[in-house]
């Protein structure tokens, strides 16, 4: 599905990220994994290629402007050129405060990370995406923008902007052949999701049209679409996959 796809996947130490790049490589695709979690993304890469798969890993500060540059320069010269981006790192530690508790640097950390950062990353590949003629940008939302989640305004917040950054470059970048689509997930049992309450999780099982707990693994699939040649005429497009919790 992905044989010789060259993609650079962020936040993929853990969690989703690294699922994701694991199914790419599963599919024939020559991966970079890109994480603040350094020896950590070493760590998993060593071990997808000691399974034989392509895989190499970089640091990346999305906090950072320089390191973002540094790291899709590392990973255009790593794999040869880019035909896919994955938008996966974020932070969610805007979780459990309500918008009087929130604190200003948290939120301004929030949008930095998860907007900011999908921006500038998304920028810095873009030549390389271009070039590839087959170029495909997957950024990764969150049903908590469509359905509004409390107590999590931050980030329910930078993953809405997620969205609009992705229709807005759908039409920016069209011209070169790139499809930019978002792919918004549920909650899913995860690193990242620990902290969520069991009421929270409680509400989704309830509210599901698939009545059970979200996995890693049902989100790779439309990462996968997204960046293969299935998808070639999609672009700007959000989908939701979370069992059916919110219908978009």
Not at 232 to 243: D, H, M, S, W, Y
Request: aromatic share 4%; glycine share 10%.
């Amino acid at each position: 599905m992905l044989k010789g796809r060259r993609v650079l996947v962020t936040g993929a130490a853990r969690g989703l990220g690294l699922a994701f790049a694991h199914s790419i490589a599963t599919a024939g695709g020559r991966v970079v994994i890109a994480d603040v979690l350094a020896d950590l993304a070493q760590t998993e890469a060593a071990a997808l290629r000691a399974q034989g798969f392509d895989v190499q890993a970089l640091a990346v500060d999305l906090c950072e402007p320089t390191s973002i540059e540094a790291c899709a320069a590392q990973a255009v010269q790593l794999l040869g050129g880019l035909d896919g981006l994955v938008n996966n790192a974020a932070i969610t530690n805007s979780g459990g405060k309500d918008a009087h508790a929130l604190a200003i640097d948290m939120w301004d950390r929030v949008m930095d990370v998860n907007v900011r950062g999908t921006w500038l990353m998304s920028r810095a590949c873009h030549a390389a995406l271009a070039a590839s003629g087959r170029g495909a940008v997957v950024n990764l939302a969150s049903d908590t923008a469509l359905w509004g989640a409390p107590n999590l305004l931050a980030y329910a917040a930078s993953k809405g902007a997620v969205i609009s950054l992705t229709r807005s470059l759908s039409r920016e970048w069209g011209g070169q052949d790139i499809t930019v689509n978002a792919v918004a997930p549920g909650l899913t049992l995860v690193e990242a999701t620990e902290y969520v309450p069991q009421a929270r999780h409680d509400k989704y099982l309830e509210g599901r049209s698939l009545p059970r707990e979200q996995q890693a693994a049902d989100v790779c699939g439309a990462v996968l679409f997204g960046l293969s040649g299935l998808s070639r005429f999609v672009t700007g497009q959000l989908l939701a996959v979370n069992g059916g919790f919110v219908m978009h």
